[in-house]
């Protein structure tokens, strides 16, 4: 038993493939991880720069319907001051389930679903995503 009939060769092209899915697997990941880093500290940035304008925005709006209307200053002042607290919580509650929706990692886990099954020898299914969804 010499050449590519051996059980060392069989077991060293396992060990092989094995080790090619494992770097496979792990550049998926490591790919993953850097999109997910750069939506985060994207989205985190742009996040910051329109709460600026908004803030900017809503205290000059607010300064000139209290100084445009005189007579009315406690009632603008009470009346915009509950439109502000309504939108804050609105605009928090929607970005906590935007953040929710996005699932990360859906291809490394997917990938690594297709490895469980092939090595049961379970069918593969078509469903499952090859490749990271775009951002």
């Known amino acids: 038993m010499s050449g590519k009939s ?3 060769y069989r077991f060293r092209h396992f060990c092989g493939n094995l080790a090619e899915a494992a770097r496979d697997r792990l550049s998926l990941f490591a790919n993953e991880v850097e999109e997910a880093h750069i939506l985060i500290v994207d989205s985190f940035l742009r996040a910051l720069l329109a709460y600026f304008c908004l803030m900017m925005a809503l205290v000059l709006t607010t300064l000139f319907l209290i100084l445009a ?4 200053q406690l009632l603008i002042a009470a009346l915009l001051a509950a439109l502000f607290f309504i939108a ?5 509650f929607a ?9 990360f990692f859906a291809a490394s886990i997917a990938e690594l679903d297709e ?7 379970e069918p593969a299914t ?3 995503p090859k490749t990271s969804q775009p951002l």
């Open 95 to 103: 970005s906590r389930s935007a953040l929710s929706r996005k699932k």
């Open 88 to 92: 804050a919580f609105s605009l928090g």
């Open 126 to 128: 078509s469903d499952a």
């Open 69 to 72: 209307f005189p007579e009315h």
């Open 115 to 121: 490895d469980i099954r092939a090595l049961r020898g």
């Open 6 to 8: 051996g059980i060392l």
